[in-house]
């Protein structure tokens, strides 16, 4: 084999190895933004709190809270009818709507009931004009950080402990519109009676 021969053979084994070598670090630089992407927040309802006209909250035994939302304020209707704390279901719906799940799940590598996605521990679903949307809760994660949970289209995340705790929380504190505390009656100042000194009587002139 001449000098020329060995030459070509050299040059197509190093054009070998590279493409091996591109090809392989594409794929791995693939594989890292794939899972970063998982990583990433997201935003799991595509709902505008201020839309919202309904919200339900049920827990894995039945029991049910659910209000709606008429004129800029809130109407529980179940467990029993009544003014609903408008604030406080504000920043529920808020802070539902708004939240960003801390990570994405693969549902091939999870299995629903071990996090306990199968039987929620409860679900909470929002309606607005145009859509519904449910959210099944399942356990925390390890640390308490954050709930597992699954949207309606199969999709796992975990979020926030703080995202749902106001939600979860209204079971066992339905949202009723506390009753206004009576404000103090200012009574008017008792008048000061001021005595009147009687003029002493002249005395009449002697003789």
Do not use: C
Not at 36 to 52: I, P
Not at 78 to 94: C, S
């Amino acid at each position: 084999m001449n000098f020329r021969n060995t030459l070509i053979l050299v040059v197509i084994a190093i054009a070998v190895v590279a493409g091996v070598y591109f090809t392989e670090g594409r794929r791995d630089t693939s594989q890292d933004a794939s899972k970063t992407a998982s990583n990433q927040s997201v935003q799991v309802l595509d709902l505008k709190a201020a839309d919202v006209t309904r919200l339900k909250v049920t827990d894995k035994d039945g029991k049910t809270v659910e209000a709606t939302h008429e004129g800029g304020d809130w109407k529980l209707v179940a467990p029993t009818q009544a003014p609903g704390d408008t604030t406080r279901l504000d920043g529920i719906v808020r802070q539902v709507v708004e939240t960003r799940a801390t990570r994405k799940l693969e549902a091939k590598d999870v299995n629903l009931a071990d996090l306990a996605l199968e039987k929620p521990a409860f679900t909470i679903t929002l309606t607005t004009a145009a859509a519904q949307k449910t959210l099944k809760v399942g356990d925390q994660t390890p640390d308490k950080s954050a709930y597992y949970i699954q949207a309606d289209d199969g999709s796992i995340y975990t979020i926030s402990t703080l995202a749902v705790s106001g939600a979860a929380g209204l079971i066992a504190n339905p949202p009723i519109q506390p009753t206004p505390t009576p404000g103090l009656t200012v009574l008017p100042p008792e008048a000061t009676y001021t005595p009147t000194a009687t003029p002493e009587a002249s005395a009449t002139p002697k003789p």
